[in-house]
């Protein structure tokens, strides 16, 4: 949150600080003294010397790359114009074999004009060229080599000589027989009206055109080939490695410019990146490709560039470890000055915090709170702006501690706190005040519909379910709300008026929020004379109990009574349960209520049978804080010893939704009541949904339908389907079924139809005090 910020703890505070900026001069001068420590100093001139150093041995490196860099370039273009004189050469005499062999067909009319030319020595080696002449029917008329044959693609050639009296250089193929690439050159013989009569051919191995590759200055990576104008390779030699037939884009390649040079490409057809140059041979469909690796070019200036690196490095390190070394012995030096200083500032920085933060959720404390919301009041008064203090108060956490433990509580707690970070905007402030209270301030308010919203979703995420221990559990809370300047102008108004909204929250049944109100006010006015009131009571004998009937279904005798509490108020009269209860049971003090309450039960009862009337039941209603109280049983054997009180005629009657919140500890202390043979009812069953397998674990002896469902008995069908799906349970698991809330005919009817057992309400009798339903009693006893 941003109120955990340093800043906003010293403004909180009323910290001065210096508002005004440092002069240049003193900022220059600090930066000045702190330039000449030598801690500072010694490291700044080692980053000199190292940029020195370096930039020197990165320029060093950088002028032996250029100019290994030129001279590969230069070394790329003298071979390639050494391999195009050489190739140009080579393709020439080629042509010239073939204008020989033209002339000698159509000049002098031999049809077979190569033994001529072999007697005369006018043609090339047979070891490397093979020449032959073939007629208008692609059919082989005579070749120098033996066992020569015709070619597939010989129509296909026929076909372009037909209209073309250059040179043609085939596509490269294999030989079958030797798996060697080769090339054919071809040239148009005429007839004597001038019409193709056939063609002239020379076959040359592809590798005679490669064969110049010299690995000590190409390489290994060097390349050496012959490329056709239509962009395939008619020969490539790599190393030791020959290839031909892959095609390539020739216009990117070879420039359409008498400016050659070599430039730095990536190959594609092996991925190699290459000092390339490339030139095409004069009137020839061909052209010369020459590359030589970067890489291996490059070899020795890297390994050299590697040796001036190593000791450029070798150098900083010893520097920078002579730099360190001194620098460190420095600054351990001036360390030492201001370690002293520097442990104080951190002790009052840590008390500061302490001071102002509640140390198990790192929340702002009480303090720290009052001075925000005091800070806030000014602003709102001044800027004339609202806002909203919420305090907030976890439902039934002394649960979680009693049953886990303080560890778990503070877990919860943590979890909560985080919970309301993440519920609030940056600018909100949240705070714990102490226990389980939380208090909210919202500055800035624009509309008090946020401020429902944001109650809204800080019940939601609480109400979800939190992990304590491997289990879960559930809690909820209350929230009061007060709205500046609506509900107060004063730090202490705002709070009080919030913390009076937050009870009535919880008296409204909890897990709810709830607005200040004038009528708010007056209600706490009221709880808190109730609860004044409450604490004198026993003493000034103001409780009173009152009894009512329950009956039998059939016969309409009374079977037992239920022992009610109420409280005569020397001032505000006679107070009804729903009034005080709540506030007994909040602040404990209805465990020594509900001890005066069962020993004046049982007095009385035993006191009635005393005078000769009949034994019966007397029932006693048990809170939750009376349930789980650790001496319930010992102050239970305490009270049938003292009063003599048969404890078959005991019945404690506990509301079904409180068995269920905690079934293992409810099924315990049932477990330690059956034991003393008091007889146990569940009251108000039916709202707790619990089902047969649950009741069947419980050691029971009477259910009590809620009055809720016997209301509307006559008229909602519903309620008529539960009442009668109820008594069937209770007589399915041997336990009386009473009816609580009669009060009329058609009600008493029905559950005498449905073999209800008993019933109670006004129907019969009110509650009434003792002697009245003492006179009750005597006027159903049998007369001697």
Known sequence: MSIQRTSGLRQARGVA????????????????????????????????????????TLYLIQVEQTRAQRNAATLSLEISATYEAQMLRAVREIDQTLKLVKYAYEAQGEHNPLTGLRERALLPPALLFDVSVVDADAQLV???????????????????LRHN?????????????????????????????????????VEVDAAYFVSSYDPSKLGVQGVLGLLGTDGVFRVRRTGDTLLAGDTVDYAALVPDTEDTQALL??????GVRRYTSARQLYDVPLAVIVGLS?????????RQAQVYLHRATAASLLLICLAGLLSRMSWQLAQSRLQAAEAKVAYAERVEYLAYHDGLTALPNRSLFSKLLVQNIREASRYRRQMAV???????????NDTLGHDAGDQLLQEVAHRLKTCLRESDIVARLGGDEFVILLPQLSDEQYVGATAQKILGAIARPFNLQGQEFRVTASIGISLYDRDGQDEQTLKKNADIAMYQAKQQGKNTFQFYSERLNAESLERQTLELGLRHALERDEFRLHYQAKRDIRSGQITGMEALLRWEHPDLGLVAPMQFIPVAEETGLIVSIGQWVLRTACLQNVAWQQQGLARLCVAVNLTARQFFDDALLSDLVTV???????????????????????????????TGLKQLNVRIAIDDFGVGYSSLSALQQFPLDAIKIDRSFIRDVARVSEDRALTEAIITMGRSLSLTVVAQGVETKEQADFLRDNACDEFQGFYFNKPMPADQFQALLQAQAPHP
């Open 265 to 270: 490409l990536v190959n594609h057809w092996d």
């Open 294 to 302: 970067e890489e291996e070019q490059l070899l020795a200036v890297t």
């Open 165 to 201: 009296d250059t040179l043609l250089v085939s596509r490269p193929w294999k030989d079958p027989r030797t798996g060697e690439w080769r090339l054919r050159f071809s040239r148009r013989l005429d007839g004597p009206q001038g019409t193709l009569s056939g063609m002239a051919r």
């Open 640 to 670: 049938l010893t003292e009063t003599g009180m048969d404890a078959n005629l005991l019945e404690l009657e506990i509301a079904e939704s409180l068995l269920m919140q905690d079934v293992k500890a409810a099924l315990q202390v049932l």
């Open 142 to 160: 005579a070749s120098t080599r033996a066992n020569d044959t015709s070619h597939g693609n010989d129509r296909q050639e026929l076909r372009t």
């Open 390 to 400: 919420l305090f907030l108060d976890l439902d039934r956490f002394k649960l979680i």
């Open 17 to 56: 600080t210096d508002a005004s900026p440092r002069p240049p001069a003193r900022l220059f001068r600090h930066g000045l003294d702190r330039i000449r420590e030598a801690y500072v100093l010694l490291p700044l001139l080692a980053l000199l010397l190292l940029i020195a150093l370096w930039s020197a």
